[in-house]
């Protein structure tokens, strides 16, 4: 083995103990204890007011005002106890308690190229399990006070941090990007178009070095007016069929998640379910809508589905003789109910009785049926 070689046997094995240290340290770290163990440096007053400024006992935050009234003390002299604790908190002896999960942390946006969503930081480093009140406040409490970590607070953007200085120089100019990316092409993208798309621009070439591909992915995260569809892709938050509004584009939401016809009492509850707006739907109302829109086909008893699956309005006879032209010869019974079946949810009987009753269909012979040709004078 020669020295290269050498050099990377070390280095991959280096990167197993940090990948392992780095699982280690996720599944022991519970935030809630952690700040626990700072306050102890405080007084019971200093305590008390942290606790209940940062909801550390994942109850709601309280204001200066609400605290100074419960002690009887003016607001301000709330905000001088609050500015001494987080003074006090700063200091060396704490700071050795505090570090390893400020670590573990600057570790976790580091991998997302250096910025992140606060959601995103609570679910990679909180599990279900630990996803408590306390434990999410205290983790926000560690962000909030520790200096490495830069806020991105703006509008139309999500709650985030960075670790870098002056984040928004680079985040704002690649969402803004993004969203032109995606309204140029009207329609929800995978992230792979979305960054092909951003790497032959200008501003990527001139900060190449500072965007990568995390730290691109973490922007559409951050993005206010951007959302991540179910499949992985994204889209612009005002499109329809990104976030629908009214009962119609809900209930073309679900139909086109579902890929098949469902009664239209199901598509209410799949709407209910949802949860779009947290507002339940009543299924006359979702009916009424389905009646009224072409985009919607009525393909058996109260079933529908999506003209855009290719499926056409009509009786079963108009789907029958649509078939017959469409072949143009005759067509077995079997056949004839088996194309009907793709694009109808009704009994075969009704088939057959369409076939043997309507005057547009007659007999060829045994079982087989073609369009009755009409004499013309």
Same mark, same amino acid.
């Given at each position: ?80 106890? #609050? ?116 790497? +032959? ?69 799949? +709407? ?16 009424? #809508? ?88």
């Amino acid at each position: 083995m020669n020295n290269e070689e050498k050099q990377q046997t070390q280095s991959s094995i280096l990167d197993k103990i940090i990948s392992i240290n780095h699982k280690n340290a996720l599944q022991e770290f519970e935030p809630a204890k952690v700040v626990s163990s700072v306050l102890e440096n405080l007084k019971p007053r200093e305590k008390e007011v942290i606790i209940k400024r940062f909801a550390l006992q994942g109850e709601a935050k309280q204001t200066l005002e609400q605290i100074g009234k419960e002690y009887s003390v003016s607001r301000e002299r709330i905000r001088q106890i #609050e500015k001494m604790s987080l003074i006090k908190i700063n200091q060396p002896s704490s700071k050795k308690i505090l570090n390893p999960a400020i670590n573990l942390l600057i570790e976790i946006i580091k991998e997302s190229g250096g910025v992140l969503t606060e959601e995103k930081i609570i679910q990679k480093t909180l599990n279900s399990i630990k996803q408590s009140n306390e434990n999410i406040n205290a983790l926000k409490f560690i962000l909030e006070t520790e200096d490495k970590f830069i806020k991105i607070k703006q509008e139309k953007l999500k709650k985030s941090w960075s670790l870098l200085k002056n984040p928004q120089r680079l985040t704002i100019p690649t969402i803004l990007s993004f969203e032109k990316i995606l309204q140029k092409a009207q329609k929800v993208q995978e992230s792979d178009y979305i960054l092909q798309k951003i790497k +032959i621009q200008e501003f990527y070439k001139q900060n190449q070095l500072m965007l990568s591909d995390n730290f691109l992915l973490s922007c559409l995260e951050i993005s206010g007016n951007i959302m991540k569809t179910e499949d992985g892709r994204w889209g612009l938050k005002y499109w329809s069929n990104i976030n629908p509004k009214n009962i119609r584009d809900k209930a073309l939401y679900v139909l086109r998640k579902y890929k098949k016809p469902v009664h239209f009492r199901t598509v209410a509850q799949m +709407i209910t379910e949802a949860n779009f707006d947290k507002k339940p739907v009543n299924s006359q109302a979702v009916h009424n #809508e389905l009646v009224k829109d072409k985009k919607f086909v009525l393909v058996g008893r109260g079933i529908y589905g999506l003209s855009e699956w290719g499926l056409k309005p009509g009786t079963v006879a108009n789907v029958i003789k649509e078939i017959l032209e469409k072949e143009g010869k005759p067509l077995s019974k079997d056949e004839i109910i088996k194309k009907v079946l793709e694009v109808r949810q009704v009994n075969p009987n009704t088939i057959v009785l369409n076939l043997q009753e309507k005057p547009q269909f007659t007999r060829i012979k045994k079982c087989t049926y073609g369009l009755k040709k009409i004499n013309k004078k």
